[in-house]
């Protein structure tokens, strides 16, 4: 059994920063991507940032580039996304994911790509 637990959410004012991270705990499992959505109140889950495993090329939303960044650790058991510059249209509830089966046919973007997923974590962008 394989567990993503998101944590790093809150609520922060516009302009500021929050970091999020996603431990994987359980069973090892190959990852070939992993990857950030969001789903806010009455919207479609959308991506948000993504991570090729390997060779670590990153792809972003285009309103969150420059804005935000996916990262790992060495270890390879924990995914960050930091975000700078929060906006009220940020706010959403995040979630990280996984694809441990290498579905290549399905873009990274979308959420059909990933088996894995965690709970979530709320985060509020007040203005």
């Known amino acids: 059994q394989v567990q993503l637990v998101e944590s790093g959410g809150g609520l922060v004012q516009a302009g500021g920063s929050l970091r999020l991270t996603c431990v994987a705990s359980g069973r090892a499992f190959i990852r070939y991507a992993m990857g950030w959505f969001r789903q806010a109140p009455g919207k479609e889950r959308e991506f948000v940032a993504a991570m090729m495993w390997s060779g670590g090329t990153t792809d972003y939303l285009d309103s969150v580039k420059g804005r935000f960044a996916i990262s790992r650790d060495h270890a390879g058991n924990t995914v960050y996304l930091q975000r700078n510059d929060l906006k009220p249209e940020d706010t959403a509830v995040y979630y990280c994911?996984?694809?441990?089966?290498?579905?290549?046919?399905?873009?990274?973007?979308?959420?059909?790509?990933?088996?894995?997923w965690g709970q979530g974590t709320q985060v509020t962008v007040s203005s």
């Open positions: 994911a996984a694809d441990s089966l290498g579905r290549w046919g399905h873009t990274y973007y979308s959420t059909t790509r990933y088996n894995y």
